[in-house]
């Protein structure tokens, strides 16, 4: 009884933050107004409570002070939390970037490997085709040079035979021409035998004559 009527002062001159309290009971518990209110008067009450030794005095200070301190607490644990989710969705993000990145990268990687594919293989046709050409080439030259040994073959066995058969030709032409000569000559011989063989007979005749005539 008598800590009440002692602190009794102390209430109606802790009126005017009381008033104060009410006024600013709009605001955030947070804000920086109601904190420091609280703490002021929190503490002139816990501070009041141990002078008077009135423990409800004492006891609402302290709770006061409990309330604001852990009001705070809250406070700084939802920004932290906050501040850690902002931190995850911007890491989030970044990784999603990062992974976009990555993929185009990757698909940049991929497009360039099949160009390079694409270059790879068409050189390679290219390089298929010339050699196809230039074996078909080899094979057409070679062929050529096959056609122009046979033809110079049937020529050169054509040029034989045409030799073959002028020297034959020559060879019947010489031989005609000395049976002819023989024939020529025998047949000389043959009148000359007979003008000798006539003459003789001319001549036996005669004589014969003669002797019938002697």
Do not use: C, W
Request: hydrophobic content about 40%; cysteine-free.
């Amino acid at each position: 009884m008598i800590s009440t009527v002692i602190a009794l002062p102390y209430e109606l001159a802790l009126l005017p933050l009381t008033l104060l309290d009410a006024t600013l009971s709009g605001l955030s518990v947070t804000s920086v107004p109601r904190v420091a209110l609280d703490r002021a008067i929190g503490t002139s009450d816990k501070l009041a409570g141990a002078v008077f030794r009135n423990g409800d005095i004492a006891k609402r200070g302290a709770d006061r002070l409990e309330r604001s301190h852990k009001l705070q607490r809250a406070t700084q644990l939802e920004l932290e939390a906050a501040t850690r989710r902002e931190q995850a969705r911007e890491t989030a993000v970044a990784g999603s970037r990062q992974a976009a990145a990555k993929r185009s990268a990757a698909q940049k990687r991929a497009m360039s490997g099949l160009k390079e594919a694409d270059a790879a293989e068409a050189h390679g046709k290219q390089q298929a085709k010339a050699k196809a050409a230039q074996s078909a080439s080899a094979k057409k030259a070679a062929a050529t040079k096959r056609a122009n040994a046979r033809s110079a073959a049937v020529t050169q066995s054509k040029a034989r035979a045409e030799s073959s058969a002028q020297a034959t030709k020559r060879a019947a032409g010489r031989k005609a021409k000395s049976d002819l000569d023989d024939a020529r000559k025998a047949k000389q011989g043959a009148a000359k035998n007979r003008a000798d063989a006539d003459r003789l007979s001319n001549l036996t005749e005669a004589k014969r004559q003669e002797r019938k005539q002697g």
